[in-house]
């Protein structure tokens, strides 16, 4: 049976990339975008907390916030997260930077929320202490990092280094569950309809 022009009235129905409802795919500007509005959040709590930590404590006095399980108390970091080497603060200057420019080129690349927002809790927590590093005593590239957080038998840390950690654990469950970095981005679901015809 055919139709009144000739034409078959059964027509190919187009195969469609678009996903599936509940399951859409941010395209690769959105989740750039969000990574580095996370990164900003992050960066600006970090040093909004540090500030208020500096006008607040007395350097290396204790004050209990929840008993022993969590205290207030401000020290100087120069070294890493955890005050982990202490005695290279130019070395973990250079590294961190490098982190901080990496991440950013890779921020057009990232093509997956879970990234996008593991990528920018880490961006984020490691300008934080960068701009420590850049900008307070004892000097440019030296400055100490500071940190006010303390928990019983753990060492002191601050607002950035709980978001890097944060991080990593996104990053390992990533690499467990096998989430690409470059992930599905929405950017190339028409290319198949471009070569039809």
Same mark, same amino acid.
């Given at each position: 049976? =055919?139709?009144?022009?000739g034409?078959s009235?059964?027509?190919?129905?187009p195969?469609? =990339?678009? &996903?599936?409802?509940?399951?859409?795919?941010?395209?690769?500007?959105?989740?750039?975008? =969000?990574? /580095?509005? /996370?990164a900003?959040?992050?960066?600006?709590?970090?040093?909004?907390t540090?500030q208020?930590?500096?006008?607040?404590?007395t350097p290396?006095? @204790?004050? &209990?916030?929840?008993?022993?399980l969590?205290q207030?108390t401000?020290?100087?970091n120069?070294?890493?997260a955890?005050s982990?080497? =202490?005695?290279?603060?130019p070395?973990i200057?250079?590294?961190?930077?490098?982190?901080?420019?990496?991440?950013l080129?890779?921020s057009?690349?990232?093509?997956?929320?879970?990234?996008?927002?593991?990528?920018?809790?880490?961006?984020?927590? @490691?300008?934080?202490?960068?701009t420590?590093?850049?900008?307070?005593?004892?000097? $440019?590239?030296?400055?100490?990092v500071v940190? $006010?957080?303390?928990?019983?038998?753990?060492?002191?840390?601050?607002?950035?280094?709980s978001?890097?950690?944060?991080?990593?654990v996104?990053i390992v469950? @990533?690499a467990?569950?096998?989430?690409? $970095?470059?992930?599905?981005?929405a950017d190339?679901?028409?290319?198949e309809?471009?070569h039809?015809?």
């Open positions: 049976m =055919t139709a009144r022009d034409a009235p059964i027509s190919p129905t195969t469609s =990339t678009t &996903p599936a409802a509940g399951s859409r795919v941010l395209s690769r500007p959105r989740l750039t975008a =969000t990574m /580095l509005v /996370l900003a959040a992050v960066w600006a709590l970090d040093q909004a540090k208020w930590a500096l006008g607040r404590f290396g006095e @204790a004050e &209990p916030f929840l008993g022993r969590l207030f401000l020290v100087f120069p070294g890493a955890f982990m080497g =202490t005695a290279f603060t070395v200057t250079v590294i961190m930077a490098a982190v901080g420019i990496g991440l080129v890779a057009t690349r990232v093509g997956s929320r879970w990234w996008a927002m593991s990528a920018g809790f880490l961006l984020g927590g @490691a300008l934080g202490n960068l420590d590093r850049l900008f307070r005593p004892p000097g $440019f590239a030296h400055g100490h940190d $006010f957080l303390m928990l019983p038998d753990f060492p002191v840390f601050n607002v950035a280094d978001f890097i950690t944060t991080a990593a996104c469950l @990533a467990i569950k096998d989430i690409p $970095f470059g992930g599905r981005a190339t679901t028409t290319e309809g471009d039809r015809g």
